[in-house]
């Protein structure tokens, strides 16, 4: 059963495209949305993160959009960098706690 | 820097094999966890630790072992290693103020092949 399911699993983009990657939870307990990027033989590293009382938030170029009617969120990346190319995982969580974690999405950007 | 450290990065295991994989943090942060990362699956819960001397079983815990002796250490172990267990395994920790945006933590994983 998965909890958090993302889409799409690959993308590829031109350098200054909007990918856009979306996450769909199906727990309404869940209260911490953080978004991670992975880089070959890296670990994920925290990336941006809301709480469903805010529907965007924006660090740079990284932005999260949450409809909690929905129970859905979305990544959008602004003018896309080749170094931007990683995967990408969304979760859900309780406080913090114990993350769901979405299947990844693998982003290229191409220059 | 503040960190989190696995050993080995990789290893290939002969089936029926037994395996520790060390997981060692330099925080002190009480919440640590282990993942397993399999292509199109994301990242999946083993086993995790809310405290020192506590442990409880996440999403697919069979097969795998965990102990938290004290807070900096938290070791996985497979007693008999089989090859649906060859994945790439992360540790990670997470700061103890819930409220906080802060996240995991993760290491940089260990690559397990089982054969």
């Known amino acids: 059963q998965q909890q958090v399911k993302q889409s799409p699993q690959s993308l590829i983009v031109q350098k200054g495209g909007i990918p856009i990657i979306n996450c769909a939870y199906e727990?309404?307990?869940?209260?911490?949305f953080p978004w991670y990027q992975q880089f070959p033989g890296k670990g994920p590293a925290l990336l941006i993160a809301i709480r469903p009382d805010v529907s965007e938030k924006k660090e740079g170029r990284f932005t999260i959009s949450f409809n909690k009617s929905a129970k859905q969120f979305s990544l959008h990346i602004m003018d896309s960098q080749p170094g931007d190319s990683a995967t990408y995982f969304c979760?859900?969580?309780?406080?913090?706690?114990?993350?769901?974690f979405g299947g990844g999405t693998r982003l290229m950007v191409k220059p | 820097i503040a960190g989190i450290t696995q050993a080995p990065t990789s290893q290939i295991l002969a089936a029926g094999r037994r395996m520790t994989l060390r997981c060692t943090q330099d925080m002190r942060h009480n919440a640590m966890y282990w993942y397993r990362q399999d292509l199109g699956l994301g990242l999946r819960l083993i086993h995790y630790s809310n405290t020192a001397g506590t442990t409880g079983k996440g999403e697919v815990p069979d097969g795998y072992s965990v102990s938290r002796a004290n807070t900096d250490d938290f070791p996985l172990t497979l007693a008999s290693a089989v090859p649906s267990q060859t994945s790439v395994y992360f540790c990670a920790r997470r700061p103890g103020q819930t409220h906080r945006l802060d996240g995991y933590t993760f290491g940089s994983g260990t690559r397990l092949t089982v054969v």
């Open positions: 727990n309404t307990a869940f209260d911490y």
């Open positions: 979760a859900a969580g309780i406080a913090g706690n114990m993350l769901t």
